[in-house]
């Protein structure tokens, strides 16, 4: 006996999922102390040669302006031990705290960048410069 199975048909949208959430960090051109992470789960990879990811950050978001700004920033990859502060820093501001230090996380140099951090305790941490930025 073979069971029928029920498919739903959703219209166009931009779900997919389940995508695994990131933490991002950036800091300000200039003014590497002014720092911010956020959570993003619009991320993916663009490209294998050279390598390329893309994140998507609207641009009334505080981290915008900072990684548009200083033309980089840092994917930092979770894990079971940091996903409460992926949670805290996806529905919080960095233009009204200082989400790291809420959190408990710190950071690193970040290899090859000159002003976004990298999060210490990240199992992996993807450094990465802007090449583009969608309209």
């Known amino acids: 006996m073979t ?6 048909g959703l219209s166009p949208s931009t779900l997919l999922g389940p995508v695994p959430a990131a933490l991002v960090s950036c800091a300000e051109k200039g003014n590497p102390e002014n720092r911010n992470l956020l959570t993003v789960a619009w991320a993916g990879t663009v490209n294998s040669e050279p ?8 641009k009334s978001r505080y981290s915008h302006d ?11 990859l979770t894990d079971e031990n940091l996903c409460r502060a992926a ?3 996806g529905v919080r501001s960095g233009r009204e705290m200082d989400k790291a230090a809420a959190t408990g996380l710190s950071y690193m140099p970040a290899d090859g960048l000159e002003t976004a951090p ?6 992996i941490c993807l450094c990465c410069r802007v090449r583009q930025i969608g309209r």
């Open 118 to 123: 990298a999060v210490k305790g990240a199992p």
């Open 3 to 8: 069971q029928e199975v029920q498919y739903t």
């Open 87 to 89: 949670d805290f820093c």
């Open 51 to 58: 390598p390329m990811v893309s994140i998507s950050i609207r």
């Open 66 to 76: 900072l990684i548009r700004d200083a033309g980089e920033f840092v994917l930092n």
